[in-house]
């Protein structure tokens, strides 16, 4: 267990819903990074937080948008959901700068 | 040219024996490594991380990092049915503060028993 948690474990949307995903980071980590893990594939980086604001964003689109909290908690939102945004979103916390991401148990995503 | 690039595999080895899983990366100024076991169905469980040229042990793994050729790899020995699982390779990548993990597609590793 790495102290990472995440809610809702899963999720069943419709195409053009929007979703919001939940993550704690483990205690005191202040950085969360946000993974989108379609089947088959490596987890790819969507953005990452420190001290509530964002800090690099992957090739992801402005519908996918997120909030740190000052507790370090952090959201990610989807609007407008597409079929291919069906997928396993991870969180990973860290310390800033720190070489390490620990991941929490993922959200896993269905759109239909 | 993808920027981590891993054999999907899956490699299938007896229990017992030695697996062999390789990770090659494009950007030249990588200086962070890391390997991430996931089961199926689970999250990515950091395994070993690596920094400098050469072998680093822990327990039955083994990460081997050659900079030069720009190669990661990671050694199971006595490799066990519970080791069966996807093995994901992942290259630290600079933002402007901290960093991201830049993934491969991962190597399915079938340990038969």
């Known amino acids: 267990e790495t102290g990472v948690t995440q809610s809702p474990t899963h999720l069943i949307k419709t195409r053009g819903q929007q979703v919001t995903l939940r993550c704690s980071s483990q205690s005191g980590h202040n950085t969360v990074s946000w993974y989108q893990q379609a089947l088959g594939q490596g987890p790819q980086f969507i953005f990452q937080?420190?001290?509530?604001?964002?800090?690099g964003r992957g090739n992801f689109p402005p519908r996918f948008s997120g909030l740190q909290f000052p507790n370090y908690s952090s959201e990610l939102n989807v609007n407008a959901l597409e079929l291919d945004d069906s997928a396993l979103y991870l969180c990973a916390s860290s310390l800033w700068q720190g070489e390490t991401q620990y991941f929490g148990p993922g959200t896993r995503l269905l759109v239909l | 040219q993808k920027e981590v690039e891993q054999n999907s595999g899956p490699l299938s080895v007896p229990e017992g024996a030695i697996a062999s899983l390789n990770c090659t990366y494009s950007d030249r100024v990588s200086q962070s490594f890391f390997w991430y076991r996931q089961y199926s169905g689970k999250s990515p469980e950091l395994i070993m991380s690596i920094y400098s040229n050469g072998d680093k042990e822990d327990g039955r793994f083994t990460a081997q990092l050659n900079k030069a050729s720009q190669y990661v790899s990671l050694l199971i020995r006595d490799s066990q049915p519970s080791d069966s699982a996807t093995y994901l390779c992942?290259?630290?990548?600079?933002?402007?503060?901290?960093?991201?993990?830049?993934f491969g597609a991962g190597t399915i590793l079938r340990v038969k028993s």
């Open positions: 937080y420190y001290r509530e604001e964002e800090n």
């Open positions: 992942a290259v630290k990548s600079a933002l402007e503060y901290g960093n991201k993990l830049v």
